[in-house]
């Protein structure tokens, strides 16, 4: 068999390939000897194809063998477990000492030096060994200075690979940064019950506070993210703290022999009681930080917000919070779309979880590694009425006019829904079905209110259904509980497009916590105005229990559940859209304000 000479075909399939190789290897997040090794293997493999002729079976084997090369650099270089930075890039230096409970610490300035940022707080032990599934405790004292620089590792959570983790971004954000700075891979920990606070620099005495929770499906989150930092309010002269809590499993495990160990009798929220411990920890040093510890406004997004709903009504968090904030998400529906299940379930899921890591008792599963046990973060990411942090659902509480928050803030996006079912939208073969599946006997109702005749309808009507379902109804639950015990309400309804997330879920908080990067083209004017805007709102209910101020448009508070501000292209007050399906999920069930 004759040799073949190099074909003119081949530049252009090894440009593309080398663009490919080296795609991966960014969004990968490979060191720079990954990168070199690559550039070492395609250079060598070009060499041979060009100066060396030679038969199509060896050109095929000598690819396979660089192919198989490349693999493993990929592989094997990826990017250091490090520290995320509390301020990125470069930082102002080094704050003053500050005295807390358990030691000193420093923290560092922003490259302004406005605002001083202090990471990585311990406010309770390791959750480790022994203290898996059990109520926190407190922290150790520590010796010397703790330099606060850096966020704490993530809560042990099921990971994707950094490939995974870029791709989602470009194709959800679409904000993707090509760079060799990030070239590694933030730290994950059972170890993870820490606490971060941004405060206007200098010295300062009774600033109103604001504790956020964040969002993840009680699976997945952490406290850094550029969203919802605290940098943006801390420049309005509020003091934010935020904090990483336990998640999945560890955090939401429920096993008779559980309750049986607590002193307290619970089982099941320990995520729920991780933040509390935190806004005890906020009690008892915040004054340290200039903060008031009597104006403290709780507030969360997602399943961070559906805790904030929940630990309104936990005895446990009376008088640690004035107000409440809320976004996307709540837990005080009869029957809560998600984060919730009883007590029933709970306990049967955590049977299942003994079985599925072939365990008979706790002492076994305490043994099993927290990587391994992160996979039942799926079916282990639920509160639950535990008699002790929950004595009842939400709900039964409310109607009860038992409550902790003397004003809420909450509301939701326009398009809440789209990224949870982006790969199961609705057509016109499957739309009726899907309505019937939920409504059952009111189906036919909800047909009328969201008729579809084309695709494109039917899927538009689905995502308005399947927000109201999972998102809206909740808050418009929660907004006539509050009018109902005489809690002011302030309700909201976000539809800012934007070149970004826009207003699906979670696309709000780039704008209420005044985070929209000064140099992003993924925003423009309007957009700037309206975070300066939203987060002034935040500002103003964090201080005073009342959104209004000076120059903003007036936010009524809800006197019937059916008004809410319109936060978007036109800011104003405005009527529910979504009333009439929520007065279907009122009838099914059986809501009674």
């Known amino acids: 068999m004759k040799t073949k000479k190099t074909g003119a075909g081949f530049p252009v399939f090894y440009t593309l390939f080398s663009l490919l190789v080296l795609a991966i290897l960014e969004l990968n997040k490979n060191t720079i000897l990954g990168w070199a090794s690559a550039f070492v293997l395609l250079g060598a493999y070009a060499f041979w194809r060009v100066k060396r002729p030679m038969r199509s079976a060896v050109r095929l084997g000598l690819f396979a063998l660089l192919l198989a090369a490349l693999i493993g650099v990929v592989r094997h270089t990826e990017g250091p477990v490090k520290l995320h930075p509390a301020v990125e890039g470069k930082n102002g230096g080094m704050t003053e000492i500050v005295t ?97 606070i941004w405060k206007p620099a200098g010295e300062r005495q009774k600033l109103p506070v604001l504790v956020y929770i964040h969002g993840g499906s009680l699976q997945t989150g952490q406290p850094w993210y550029a969203d919802y930092r605290g940098e943006g309010l801390a420049r309005k002269g509020v003091i934010v703290v935020n904090m990483g809590y336990r998640l999945g499993v560890f955090g939401f495990l429920a096993t008779e022999e559980l309750r049986a160990e607590s002193d307290n009798g619970t089982t099941g929220n320990y995520g729920l009681l991780d933040q509390i411990k935190a806004l005890e920890w906020v009690q008892k040093n915040i004054a340290a930080f200039g903060g008031d510890p009597d104006n403290v406004t709780l507030a969360g997004e997602s399943a961070g917000s559906a805790c904030v709903s929940a630990l309104c009504t936990s005895p446990l968090a009376k008088g640690l919070f004035r107000r409440a904030i809320g976004e996307s998400s709540t837990v005080t529906a009869p029957q809560p779309a998600h984060s919730f299940r009883t007590m029933e379930k709970a306990l049967a899921t955590g049977e299942e979880t003994l079985s599925r890591f072939g365990c008979a008792n706790m002492e076994q599963l305490r043994r099993v590694d927290a990587g391994t046990l992160a996979a039942a973060a ?16 939400p709900y039964e509480a409310y109607r009860q006019g038992i ?29 009726e079905s899907k309505v019937r599946g939920y409504f059952g006997d009111y189906a036919e109702r909800v047909l009328g209110l969201y008729p579809a005749s084309t695709d494109a309808e039917a899927k538009d009507m689905w995502i308005d259904i399947y927000s109201a379902i999972f998102f809206t109804y909740g808050h418009n639950c929660w907004t006539r509980q509050a009018i109902a015990n005489g809690v002011p309400a302030y309700e909201y309804y976000f539809s800012k497009d934007n070149g970004r997330l826009g207003p699906w879920h979670s696309g709000e908080e780039v704008y209420c916590y005044g985070n929209i990067p000064v140099d992003s083209g993924l925003y423009d004017d309007s957009d700037r105005q309206l975070a300066e805007l939203f987060s002034a709102y935040f500002a103003n209910f964090a201080r005073t229990g009342d959104p209004n101020g000076e120059g903003l448009p007036r936010w009524e508070a809800s006197n019937d559940g059916n008004q809410l501000m319109e936060l978007g292209e036109n800011v104003g007050m405005r009527e529910d859209r979504f009333l009439a399906l929520c007065r279907i999920l009122d009838e099914m069930q059986g809501f009674g304000a």
Do not use: C
């Open 378 to 393: 799926d079916t282990n990411h639920h509160m639950t009425v535990d008699g002790y942090v929950l004595p009842q659902t």
């Open 403 to 431: 409550h902790n928050e003397e004003a809420i803030l909450q509301g939701y996006n326009s398009l809440e829904g789209v990224p949870f079912i982006l790969f199961a939208n609705a057509d016109m073969k499957n739309y």
């Open 100 to 196: 807390v409970s358990d030691g000193q610490l420093t923290g560092v300035y922003t490259a302004d030096r406005a605002v001083e940022v202090y990471a990585g707080i311990p406010y309770a032990a390791p959750p480790v060994g022994e203290l898996r599934w059990r109520e926190p405790k407190d922290p150790e004292p520590w010796e010397g200075v703790l330099a606060a620089d850096s966020f704490a590792p993530m809560s042990m959570q099921p990971q994707n690979s950094a490939l995974y983790s870029s791709l989602a971004q470009i194709i959800g954000y679409h904000d993707y940064v090509i760079s060799l700075s990030d070239n590694y891979r933030d730290a994950n920990s059972e170890d993870a019950l820490y606490l971060n």
